[in-house]
């Protein structure tokens, strides 16, 4: 009896162990949602240097990010709430004009991207 009650407690030992192990795993999400915002002229030349503005109403006022593209017309943002953002682009040596555009960013750890054309 002694040796059944044994086996059966080591058994739940290392059933326990297991299940600890495999609950705490060094695995973490990524809780940010990235965005990539593409900036075009009217050619479909990317736009270098380009202000982008990403904004969103909520409960509490808007939430908004900017950054400024790269040699390739992009920029990255790394947001950290979920949410469908509004997607401003403008160059100061483009007066006037203006392009516009959405990208959904709800899905944490994933990357949304959306292009925009400056006309």
């Not at 695995?27 to 900036?39: A, E, F, P, R």
């Not at 990010?65 to 509004?86: M, N, S, W």
């Not at 040596?93 to 516009?100: A, F, H, I």
């Amino acid at each position: 009896m002694k040796t059944s009650t044994l086996k059966f407690f080591s058994f739940f030992c290392m059933i326990l162990i297991i299940a600890a192990g495999v609950g705490t795993s060094s695995c973490k999400k990524d809780k940010i949602c990235h965005g990539i915002v593409h900036v075009y002229d009217s050619a479909g030349i990317a736009v270098y240097n380009a202000t982008v503005l990403l904004s969103a109403p909520t409960v509490h006022g808007d939430v908004t990010y900017t950054g400024t593209t790269d040699p390739t017309g992009q920029v990255l943002f790394e947001v950290k709430l979920p949410a469908i953002f509004d997607v401003t682009a403008t160059k100061a040596t483009y007066p006037g004009k203006t392009g516009v555009g959405i990208i959904r960013l709800d899905e944490e750890g994933k990357t949304g991207e959306v292009n925009v054309n400056i006309k």
